[in-house]
């Protein structure tokens, strides 16, 4: 079993920065993959982005691509997702997720095993 807890939502202004984190625990950190999805109100999960287990490989949907960064930390169980240039259409709850699954199922919702409880992020001005 995996433990996932994010942290580092809040209101930004258009334009503004933000920075998540999540915190993993219970089993090898260092062998999952690791991403980020989002949940707008009314809307479908949408997959955000991913990190293979070494940190070497990492994959956005168009939406964020140049804006958010992800990252992870092995050593600290932890992945971050940087997000600049943030919009009010990145306005959601933010998920980060962990999975055993093949890199190439990285866009399916369902072959991802362990989700955090999200944090809110909200883009007004």
């Known amino acids: 079993q995996v433990q996932l807890v994010e942290s580092g939502g809040g209101l930004v202004q258009p334009g503004g920065s933000l920075t998540l984190s999540c915190v993993a625990s219970?089993?090898?950190?260092?062998?999952?993959?690791m991403g980020w999805f989002r949940q707008a109100p009314g809307k479908e999960r949408e997959f955000i982005a991913a990190?293979?287990?070494?940190?070497?490989?990492?994959i956005y949907t168009d939406a964020v691509k140049g804006r958010f960064t992800i990252s992870r930390d092995n050593a600290k169980n932890t992945i971050s997702l940087q997000m600049n240039s943030l919009k009010a259409e990145d306005t959601a709850v933010y998920l980060c997720?962990?999975?055993?699954?093949?890199?190439?199922?990285?866009?399916?919702?369902?072959?991802?095993?362990?989700w955090g409880r999200g944090t809110q992020v909200t883009v007004s001005s």
């Open positions: 997720a962990a999975s055993d699954a093949p890199w190439s199922m990285v866009f399916q919702e369902n072959a991802w095993t362990y």
């Open positions: 219970g089993r090898t950190f260092s062998t999952l993959r």
């Open positions: 990190t293979t287990w070494s940190g070497q490989r990492t």
